[in-house]
């Protein structure tokens, strides 16, 4: 089945411990992007990658980093979180062309305490 | 910059009727694509609909369909024979057009959540 992965769906952390949230797909995408969905300001993109080692930052950047040593995987890695980055955080990607649909992980939900 | 608008925060319609979801967008690209995305209560977002810029004729995928006004700048969604698990938050988005580099990012609307009533 085609799908975006991600894991963990629920995750409850610390203030300054370092997690990831990994993101896998199986359709070969060359484009994956990070967003997350708050109340009131809807989703936004925080990083996307247009392919291997290719990466570049969204509107919302600060305070994560991603990586794209593989084309499947796109993980999102939070060094230091803070309770500002409590939120729910999709995982997408499509293909390379633009009118392509963006396809969703599950989401994760994040509580930073 | 690029917005979209979505003015019904929530929406309500009977089983079995056609409701409309309105989606308002601004741009100055000439080539742009609009989506619109079902997010249900379990969280996932699943993709209903496309509708391209140049594309002539409105987007029809089964029972969903897009109310292309070009002219008007809006993208409304309109969903025939109501369904219970219709019952879904509804959001619009907006690709950047080529100006936006290949970044091709979704813009997307705050959402309009609609309760389909038996």
């Known amino acids: 089945e085609a799908q975006v992965t991600q894991n963990p769906r629920y995750l409850i952390t610390v203030t300054g411990k370092k997690l990831t949230v990994t993101c896998s797909q199986n359709m070969n995408h060359e484009y994956m992007s990070w967003y997350r969905q708050d109340p009131g300001l809807g989703l936004r993109q925080i990083y996307y990658?247009?392919?291997?080692?290719?990466?570049d930052k969204g509107d919302v950047p600060e305070g994560y980093k991603v990586s794209r040593k593989e084309k499947r995987n796109f993980p999102l890695i939070l060094e230091s979180p803070s309770p500002n980055q409590t939120s729910l955080y999709f995982c997408?990607?499509?293909?390379?062309?633009?009118?392509?649909?963006?396809?969703f992980g599950n989401g994760t939900r994040l509580t930073v305490t | 910059a690029q917005k979209i608008t979505q003015t019904q925060p929530g929406m309500f319609v009977q089983e079995k009727e056609a409701v409309t979801l309105d989606c308002t967008y601004d741009?100055?690209?000439?080539?742009?694509?609009l989506f619109w995305y079902k997010q249900p209560s379990s969280g996932e977002m699943i993709f209903l609909i496309y509708?391209?810029?140049?594309?002539?004729q409105n987007a029809t995928e089964g029972r969903y369909s897009l109310n292309f006004q070009k002219a008007r700048k809006s993208a409304n969604l309109v969903i025939s024979a109501s369904q219970l698990g219709d019952s879904a938050m509804y959001f619009c988005a907006m690709r950047d057009g080529a100006s936006g580099g290949s970044n091709y990012k979704l813009t997307f609307g705050k959402g309009t959540l609609l309760t389909v009533n038996p």
């Open positions: 509708q391209g810029s140049y594309d002539e």
């Open positions: 741009t100055s690209d000439q080539s742009y694509g």
């Open positions: 997408a990607s499509r293909l390379g062309f633009g009118n392509s649909p963006l396809h």
């Open positions: 990658s247009m392919n291997v080692e290719v990466t």
